[in-house]
């Protein structure tokens, strides 16, 4: 059983950034992917990022180039860097786990943008 703690979230102006962590309460050395889903209000959870394996980097074609994916194994984090945020990324902000069947979801982190 692995607990995820979101945090970092916030209100912030549009091309402004922010920093997302997720604290994993036990060792993240054995999850094969661990990302970061978004849902806005009316819409469906969305993929924003994912490390696979440790070395595979996925981004949502919306965010390229503005947000970076980490993962720090001694620390059991993953990080979600933020930049020239958008009112579009405005939504709630999940960090996820994922083994086999294995699926694990952090509580999510408001983040706001306002334009």
């Known amino acids: 059983q692995v607990q995820l703690q979101a945090s970092g979230g916030g209100l912030v102006q549009d091309g402004g950034s922010l920093r997302l962590s997720c604290s994993a309460s036990?060792?993240?050395?054995?999850?094969?992917?661990m990302a970061w889903y978004r849902q806005a209000p009316g819409k469906q959870r969305e993929l924003v990022a994912e490390i696979i394996d440790g070395s595979i980097v996925n981004y949502a074609d919306s965010v390229k180039g503005r947000f970076t994916i980490s993962r720090d194994i001694a620390k059991n984090t993953i990080s979600l860097e933020m930049n020239n945020l958008k009112p579009e990324d405005t939504a709630v902000y999940y960090c996820n786990a994922q083994r086999g069947t294995l699926n694990y979801w952090g509580q999510g982190t408001l983040v706001t943008v306002s334009s």
């Open positions: 036990a060792s993240i050395n054995w999850i094969n992917v």
